[in-house]
Nanobody, 123 residues
Framework: QVQLVESGGGRVQAGGSRRLSCAASGRAFSRVGMGWYRQSPGKEREFVAAISSSGLITKYRESVEGRFTISRDNAKNTMYLQMNSLNVEDTAVYYC????????????????WGQGTQVTVSS
C-alpha cells in the first residue's frame, strides 16, 4: 500500500519560511496528482495547493498565492511545499495527499494521506 510521510514542520516566527517535504512510496507517483491540505483546531480541513502528475499545472488557495510554492521531483518520489512570508493564520497541521487521477482539486478524490506535520507560526 502507498505510504506518504511528511516532514519539515516546526515552529517559525511570522515572516519566516519553511519547506515541507512529502516522501511517497510506489512506482505510480509520477502518474498521480498530489496535493497539500491543512487543518487547524476548530476548522475543517482545507485545500492549500495541488500539482499535476507532470508538475506542469499547479493551483493554490487564494490566501497562500504568491507565498507558497508546490513542486515535485518524480525521480525522488517527493513533493514539496515551500512556504514564505508565513503568518499566524498559516498555523495548522499540514497533510500530504495523493490522488488516483493525474490532477485534482477535490479532497474526496485523494485516496492516500500522510500522517500530517505541525506548522506553528508565532507572532
Amino acid at each position: 500500500q502507498v505510504q506518504l510521510v511528511e516532514s519539515g514542520g516546526g515552529r517559525v516566527q511570522a515572516g519566516g519560511s519553511r519547506r515541507l517535504s512529502c516522501a511517497a512510496s510506489g512506482r505510480a507517483f509520477s502518474r498521480v496528482g498530489m496535493g497539500w491540505y491543512r487543518q487547524s483546531p476548530g476548522k475543517e480541513r482545507e485545500f492549500v495547493a495541488a500539482i499535476s502528475s507532470s508538475g506542469l499545472i499547479t493551483k493554490y488557495r487564494e490566501s497562500v498565492e504568491g507565498r507558497f510554492t508546490i513542486s515535485r521531483d518524480n525521480a525522488k518520489n517527493t513533493m514539496y511545499l515551500q512556504m514564505n512570508s508565513l503568518n499566524v493564520e498559516d498555523t495548522a497541521v499540514y497533510y500530504c495527499a495523493a490522488s488516483r487521477s493525474s490532477y485534482s482539486l477535490h479532497s474526496t478524490d485523494y485516496i492516500y494521506w500522510g500522517q500530517g506535520t505541525q506548522v506553528t507560526v508565532s507572532s
